[in-house]
């Protein structure tokens, strides 16, 4: 990998500068010249640790800070905990006669660190290139412990006072200073013991999210060139080739190779640097068919038809196995509708469930899904996300926009850990977003239910997380549903609507009460999906407060009509008034009381003039009675003859002719 090279830019370009007139000048680095290509593959299942001197377990060595380095890279000290399964690495060599080092594995490697208080700790560097006893140094990118957020501040102290420079800070508060070898930065390390793996601290230099170095985009680099071996490195040293290639090296494919300048006699030869490409599987189809007693044909097929996503350890069983297996927990969707938008959705009314907002999901086919949330921040957002991941599953990828709870904290360590890639709309174009038009959608059909059932506004979040389930359960005639419902297209099979067509939004029901064992009035709202078994329902009291409960029926449309029903209604609908009501919202209006609907998401009024897809046919139809009399009066037209009577006009004459059939 070309970041095994700890070459500043300041070094590099005095090295060009310096070319001519002191051709002994030598780039000091950890481990240039301790590599070895000896092995061509790296066997997994017989893999076994590099022996160490009992003056290099003591002594350690040195995990150095490359910044120009794309990828963690383990040397023969670091403890090999568990290999990533499918990511290998292939190297080019440094020159012609070394060749190339193949099938390099990614594992999540160990480190003790010794502290000034005597204190040890262990040091994880997951998602490592290991290369094990070819190299007696280890390299960690100060990119990869960002994005876990560890701090890596490499200004030496002789030039700056602040208090942060030359440390490494840990999510946890523990700071590790920051050492130099000239000025190269690292922090001394060795090869933990069995017992210290097992009780020692740990501190997480790199999480175990599946480490795409191209996940940063342009936010670090913008490569400008790209630079061959036949490319002058004078010629091309203003757009500084060496950072803008290796900050954009991806190490799951290949990529292209990047001579450093090398002093040989008196004059600078260029080297090929370390360029990686996917390698092999994990399985050969010959071992799988031996394996699983199939056909090596079959076994081919399946291969390429497949994944192998899983975690395998060295054998050395120095710990229990890891359980979480991210990507394998959920269901992956697809990706022709699994490319999915969120955004958030800002209320000015607290909901009786104290929620001040909510994020939508949406992959712009008609699909739904509203989580209300208690606040904006990143740990309230990245629990939406996770219960998303619960309750639908893995999405392809999902688009935001730039705020900072979709970029940081929780939300962005679930969308590594799970392998979703992420983007994000340009500033101040929220159109690129189609969690945009979503979210005005479901707006708009939450509101047109609760105004026409007087419910309080602080209802909001059970309406809008009913109504957006609703809406992902309506064919609406859109062409690429081909006449199904979106949330057929998105979980494969056909949704029972049951809950929705047995109760209507605030409707009047009865409920069971346990303590008075009779039956008591509530309204309905919605289904409770997580409460119980199956047809489980949230209901509202007249105390204001509200329950889940199974055994509710709805109130027939004749008994609401008796004076026993209106008097009891009226009485509880006063007490919800009085505890939950709309006056009770500091944003309600006295002179336009309904605007407390549209001012609750700063909505013009205006908004409601917008055509929804699902249309207005069930106002507009009249639906006649049947009755048995009816049907029997139609037994008389069995077997009968239609008449056609047929008329044409001919020289301003009427003429009318009979035709029987």
């Not at 660190?113 to 040091?123: E, L, R, V």
């Not at 210290?196 to 400008?224: V, Y």
């Not at 996770?386 to 904290?409: A, E, T, W």
């Not at 998105?490 to 939004?505: A, K, Q, R």
Request: some cysteine.
């Amino acid at each position: 990998m070309a970041g095994l090279f700890l070459l500043s830019r300041r070094l590099f370009q005095g090295l060009l500068l310096r070319s001519t007139c002191t051709p002994t000048y030598t780039i000091r680095a950890f481990i240039t010249t301790k590599i070895s290509a000896a092995r061509t593959s790296f066997d997994i299942e017989s893999f076994v640790h590099p022996n160490l001197t009992s003056h290099e377990h003591e002594h350690g060595t040195r995990l150095g800070i490359d910044s120009w380095a794309d990828t963690n890279c383990a040397g023969k000290h670091a403890f090999v905990e568990e290999f990533v399964v499918d990511k290998f690495v292939t190297a080019g060599g440094f020159s012609a006669s070394l060749g190339t080092i193949s099938d390099l594995p990614i594992a999540n490697v160990l480190y003790a660190y010794d502290a000034d208080d005597s204190k040890t700790y262990i040091i994880e560097c997951n998602n490592s290139i290991y290369l094990g006893d070819r190299m007696d140094d280890s390299l960690m990118n100060p990119i990869q412990a960002e994005e876990s957020d560890v701090r890596v501040d490499t200004r030496p102290k002789r030039y700056y006072s602040d208090p942060h420079a030359q440390s490494i800070t840990f999510p946890c508060g523990t700071v590790i200073p920051v050492e130099y070898d000239g000025a190269l930065p690292f922090i001394p390390i060795r090869r933990p013991t069995a017992d210290e793996i097992h009780t020692c601290p740990r501190l997480i230099m790199s999480a175990k999210f599946p480490w795409d170095p191209s996940i940063p985009g342009g936010n670090f680099s913008q490569p400008r060139s790209v630079f061959s071996t036949s490319t002058s490195i004078l010629d091309s040293v203003q757009d500084d080739p060496v950072g803008s290639s290796l900050m954009s090296l991806h190490f799951l494919s290949a990529v292209q190779s990047t001579p450093i300048l090398h002093p040989h006699e008196d004059t600078f030869k260029s080297l090929h640097a370390m360029n990686s490409y996917k390698s092999k599987e994990s399985i050969s189809p010959e071992e799988m068919a031996r394996l699983l007693k199939i056909g090596l044909k079959t076994a081919q097929r399946t291969l390429q038809a497949t994944t192998s996503k899983f975690i395998r350890t060295t054998g050395a069983l120095s710990r229990r196995f890891k359980t979480d297996k991210a990507q394998l927990q959920y269901k992956q969707l697809s990706r022709i509708f699994g490319k999915f938008y969120c955004d958030y959705l800002k209320v000015n009314a607290t909901s009786i469930r104290g929620y001040k907002g909510g994020v939508i999901y949406t992959n712009g086919l008609g699909f739904y899904k509203f989580l209300p949330c208690e606040n904006e921040t990143s740990e309230t957002t990245g629990r939406t996300l996770r219960y998303f991941l619960h309750v639908i599953g893995l999405p392809y990828s999902l688009h935001s926009d730039n705020h900072g709870n979709f970029k940081d904290g929780l939300f962005k360590r679930l969308m590594r850990k799970f392998g979703i890639y992420q983007t994000f709309t340009e500033p101040h174009l929220p159109w690129q977003n189609r969690a945009e038009p979503a979210i005005g959608e479901v707006k708009r059909y939450a509101r047109k239910i609760m105004m026409s059932t007087d419910t309080p506004i602080r209802l909001w979040c059970f309406c809008y997380e009913y109504t957006a389930d609703l809406l992902s359960l309506l064919a609406t005639g859109r062409f690429d549903l081909q006449g199904r419902t979106p949330y057929e297209m998105i979980m494969h099979y056909t949704p029972d609507i049951s809950e929705y067509v047995s109760f209507g939004w605030f409707q009047w029901c009865y409920y069971f009460d346990e303590d008075s064992k009779s039956k008591k009035i509530c309204r309905w709202l919605g289904p409770a999906h997580e409460v119980g078994q199956s047809f489980c329902h949230w209901v509202l009291l007249s105390n204001g407060n509200f329950i889940a409960r199974s055994s509710v029926i709805p109130i027939p449309d004749h008994e609401l009509e008796s004076d026993e029903l209106k008097r009891r209604t009226k009485i509880f609908m006063d007490c919800i008034h009085e505890k939950i009501g709309n006056t009770k919202v500091p944003i309600y209006n006295n002179i336009y009381p309904q605007r407390v609907y549209y001012d609750a998401f700063d909505d013009p009024v205006e908004d409601d003039e917008s055509q929804l897809p699902y249309g207005e046919e069930l106002h507009e139809a009249k639906l006649e009675e049947v009755n048995d009399r009816y049907l029997e009066a139609l037994d008389n037209y069995i077997n009968s003859e239609v008449i056609i009577v047929k008329l044409c006009l001919t020289s301003n004459k009427l003429d009318k002719t009979i035709r029987i059939n």
